[in-house]
């Protein structure tokens, strides 16, 4: 059994004092939950304020990008020790818009998992077509591309700890009101878990947490996590609302 994974990305939003609110909002109404953890991820400079929150509560805490060196003349970074240190548990790499936006490469995000999960964080690996990608048929081959590049050289290790976790967000449902269909994204994780067995083994792929990423809300969560192969989910603009994110959290609990 898959322990799912609830996760809000609130990505470059909030300032300190909004962090701190919407953090205490969904400690007070969150659910103390059983059958899935719950990750708030909040943006850099204000993961601090936000772990004093969090601190002593079922609520876990995330960062939304890590550096993989250690410490040294790396202007502007941010190393998997610094995170540790202030109580993060789990970062995203290679979220779309690291890789679309910010122009992050295969070479970059694999030294990112390995050096992150190295430090025991549980690693958010993302994978996820572009429109133009899905349009062209090409879906499944970028996806199987991203898996291999990101995860080489990955100790079997890091996966039996369950320290990873992969997130499938197609770009083209991201912040778009879009959201893939339930179908679909079980077609999606089913394939990613596939390919997974190859990459690792049958036995670790099904110890891997998939979570969909894309446009969730409050009405289409429960749905999607009724898919065996949707093992949670990484929400973005639902989850800068305490209501709409613990209604997704209640929802996970409920399937
Ligand atoms: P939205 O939920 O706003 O579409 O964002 C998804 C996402 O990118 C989460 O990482």
Redesign the pocket.
Known sequence: MRTKLIAG?WKMNLGKAESITLAGEIRQKAPKTTKSQVLLIPSFVHIDAVAQVVSKSHLLLGAQDVYYERSGAFTGEVSPEMLLEIGVSHVLVG???RRHVIGETDAVLNKKVLAASAEKLVVIYCVGETLEERNAGRAAEVILHQLKTGLANLSHDVIAMGHLVI?Y?PVW????GQTATPAHAQETHAFIRARLSEIVSPELAGQIRIQY????KKSNAAELLSQPDVDGL?????SLIADEFVAIIQAAEGV
């Open positions: 990305n979220h779309s818009e997130a967000e449902a991201i912040g778009t990423g894309g446009s969730v990484l929400i973005g603009g639902a």
